[in-house]
Nanobody
Framework: QVTLVESGGGMVQAGGSLRLSCTASGLTVGNYVMAWFRQAPGKERDFLSGHSWGGGGAYYADFVRGRFTISRDNAKSAVYLQMNSLRPDDTGVYYC???????????????????WGQGTQVTVSS
């Protein structure tokens, strides 16, 4: 059984930083594209960043590029999201997702991902 567990959310003032973690079990992280999504209240779940297998590397939505950094540790079955210069509109539930892929491709939509965590709340106050 595959499980993804997010942690590291919380409340922070605008301009602050948080580091989210996602720990996976039941899958080999190195065989998956790992990604982060965000869902603000009353809105769709938006892609933020992904890390593709092999040479694909990190990729980002335009609105977080330069502020957020994704990284992964295959040995720990973990993926991280370092978030800097947080803004009130970054508030939402942050989800970790996994998509099986061994070709280094990039995935951006919710429907493409196979597994999801339960989410962790991030609240940025002004």
């Amino acid at each position: 059984q595959v499980t993804l567990v997010e942690s590291g959310g919380g409340m922070v003032q605008a301009g602050g930083s948080l580091r989210l973690s996602c720990t996976a079990s039941g899958l080999t992280v190195g065989n998956y594209v790992m990604a982060w999504f965000r869902q603000a209240p009353g809105k769709e779940r938006d892609f933020l960043s992904g890390h593709s297998w092999g040479g694909g590397g990190a990729y980002y939505a335009d609105f977080v590029r330069g502020r957020f950094t994704i990284s992964r540790d295959n040995a720990k079955s973990a993926v991280y999201l370092q978030m800097n210069s947080l803004r009130p509109d970054d508030t939402g539930v942050y989800y970790c997702a996994a998509k099986h892929d061994r070709f280094g491709q990039f995935y951006y939509t919710r429907a493409e991902f196979d597994f999801w965590g339960q989410g962790t709340q991030v609240t940025v106050s002004s």
